[in-house]
């Protein structure tokens, strides 16, 4: 007893989820272009048992059909495509099975394909069959705006960059061919997607689309290549570095030579209070004409200075270790003013 109860609600069970799932999936309202290929995709739900004198039946689906504009899909001459017809229009392809998948293809769709397509499944048992009567809407047009998108949006492009220009409409046009014109002039691309990579400023120009079955062209599309731009701004920058960095370089040799100037000055001071001797051929004359402090010499400047120079180089080596600190310093403020005052 206990066992007949479990295994009639195990059965009425079955039953109840087999038709809550029970269904057909249609896609939104289809629109197509005359003469296009059109894909209804579309899922179905069969019952999954039926009970029959508390006997479970599981369900099978054995025939599976298409109807344009019928009400429950039924009757000999309402399908498009029935699974147990051999006369089947071929232009309409069921790419689906009988578990799960019911899309129905059409190729070159025509104006009386307008219409409500509806599937039905057919089972083992009659209580199995059922159609699903919301239907797909399919309306057929001669004619649909054409538009042209961009994969790179609206934002301004640059020599070298890729992008795909993508000719599209409300309505489906699968497998129409595409015209493509730039500035009036054709291209030799006949698909949905015109790639142009890598670009070149030759690019640049006005994009339009149109189906080739038809004179309507879409709003052009305004393409513009700014020429090699990365490049440019990569070696402006270059060159502002390089400039900068010679002016530094300068800026810096002039000061060291100031300074050691001034420091070799201060040394053959030094050296002369030691050696007299040394003062004919001393830096201290250079230093005149670079800080006119000096009050002394003034007459060997000419003939000296190139061997003075020579002199200031390895006197400066030495100069260095032998500053204190403090005179260092002194001296470094002198010049930078001086250098300053004369700019
Ligand atoms: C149904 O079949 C079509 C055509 O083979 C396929 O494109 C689609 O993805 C399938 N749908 C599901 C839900 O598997
Ligand atoms: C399809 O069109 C009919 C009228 O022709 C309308 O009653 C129905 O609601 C439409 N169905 C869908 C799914 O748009
Ligand atoms: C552009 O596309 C080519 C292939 O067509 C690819 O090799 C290249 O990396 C792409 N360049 C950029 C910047 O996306
Ligand atoms: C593209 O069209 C715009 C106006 O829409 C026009 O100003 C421009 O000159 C055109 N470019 C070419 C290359 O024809």
């Known amino acids: 007893m206990a066992v007949w109860d479990i295994k009639t609600l195990w059965g009425f069970m079955l039953v109840l989820t087999g038709a809550a799932g029970v269904g057909v999936d249609y896609p939104d309202h289809v629109c197509a272009v005359k003469g296009s290929t059109v894909t209804l995709l579309c899922t179905f739900t069969p019952v999954e048992s039926v009970t029959v004198n508390q006997r479970t039946i599981p369900i099978h689906i054995k025939r599976v059909r298409w109807c344009q504009n019928h009400r429950i899909c039924q009757g000999n001459h309402s399908s498009v495509y029935d699974s147990q017809s051999e006369r089947n ?38 209580r199995g069959h059922f159609t699903d009567q919301s239907g797909v809407n399919v309306t057929v047009t001669d004619d649909t705006p054409m538009r042209i998108t961009s994969s790179s949006g609206d934002s301004p492009m640059r020599g070298g960059e890729n992008v795909t220009l993508y000719c599209t ?16 002039l054709k291209l030799p691309e006949s698909g949905t997607a015109l790639q142009l990579s ?24 305004s393409l513009h290549v700014e020429e090699d731009e990365v490049g440019g701004s990569f070696s402006g920058l270059a060159v502002g570095v390089v400039f900068g960095v010679l002016l530094a370089l300068f800026t810096l040799t002039l000061v060291l030579f100031i300074i050691r100037r001034k420091r ?56 260095r270790a032998n500053q204190t600190g403090e005179a260092m310093e002194a001296q470094d403020a002198i010049i930078y003013t001086s250098v300053a005052n004369r700019r």
């Open 89 to 126: 229009d071929s232009r309409y392809k069921y790419l689906g099975d009988k578990t799960r998948n019911c899309t129905l293809q059409i190729t070159e769709i025509q104006k009386k394909d307008e219409a409500t397509f509806r599937f039905r499944m057919e089972a083992n048992d009659v």
């Open 169 to 184: 409409a409300a309505c489906t046009f699968h497998q129409l061919e595409v015209t493509w014109l730039k500035d009036n």
């Open 198 to 221: 890598p670009l070149t400023a030759k690019d640049s120009g006005n994009y339009t689309c149109s189906l080739k079955t038809s004179a309507h062209h879409s709003q052009p599309f």
């Open 264 to 319: 070799a000055a201060v040394a053959g001071r030094d050296q002369s209070l030691v050696g007299g001797d040394l003062g004919q051929k001393h830096p201290q004359n250079i230093c005149s004409h670079v800080l006119p402090l000096e009050e002394e010499g003034g007459t060997h400047r000419q003939e000296t200075s190139q061997a003075v120079d020579d002199v200031s180089y390895a006197a400066i080596q030495f100069s």
